[in-house]
Nanobody
Framework: QLHLVESGGGSVQAGGSLRLSCAAS????????MAWFRQALGKEREWVGS?????????GYTDSVKGRFTISQDNAKNTVYLQMNSLKPEDTAMYYC?????????????????????WGQGTQVTVSS
C-alpha cells in the first residue's frame, strides 16, 4: 500500500509562490504516474498536472497553470514537487497528490480522480488578492 503525504501549503498574496511536496512511503517503479489535483470549495476535483516517476519525460499540465506551475521529482527522496509561481486567487484550493501504476495517458490530462488508486490527505493553498 503506497502512502502519500503532501506538505508545503499555506497562504500567500497574489503573485507569490509556493512549493508543494508529495512524499511517497516507498519507491514506486519508474513509469508510475504521479499527479497533482486540486479542489476548490464547492467545485469538483480537477487535474493540475502529472509526471511519469523516474523518467525524463516532460510533465503535463492543465492549461490554466501552464507557464506558472512546474512539476519536478527527487527520486532519491521518493518525492514529487509542485512549484507554483505567479499565484492567482483562483488557484485557491486543497491540493492533492495522487498516484497510480503506468498509464499511457498519464500526462495528457484525460485521467480523472477515479483513475488513481492512491491519494494523500491534501494541503491547503490560499491566495489572497
Amino acid at each position: 500500500q503506497l502512502h502519500l503525504v503532501e506538505s508545503g501549503g499555506g497562504s500567500v498574496q497574489a503573485g507569490g509562490s509556493l512549493r508543494l511536496s508529495c512524499a511517497a512511503s516507498e519507491n514506486p517503479y519508474s513509469g508510475y504516474c504521479m499527479a497533482w489535483f486540486r479542489q476548490a470549495l464547492g467545485k469538483e476535483r480537477e487535474w493540475v498536472g502529472s509526471v511519469y516517476r523516474g523518467t525524463e519525460l516532460p510533465p503535463g499540465y492543465t492549461d490554466s497553470v501552464k507557464g506558472r506551475f512546474t512539476i519536478s521529482q527527487d527520486n532519491a527522496k521518493n518525492t514529487v514537487y509542485l512549484q507554483m509561481n505567479s499565484l492567482k486567487p483562483e488557484d485557491t484550493a486543497m491540493y492533492y497528490c495522487a498516484a497510480r501504476n503506468f498509464h499511457s495517458a498519464c500526462v495528457l490530462g484525460s485521467l480523472t480522480e477515479a483513475d488513481f488508486a492512491y491519494w494523500g490527505q491534501g494541503t491547503q493553498v490560499t491566495v489572497s488578492s
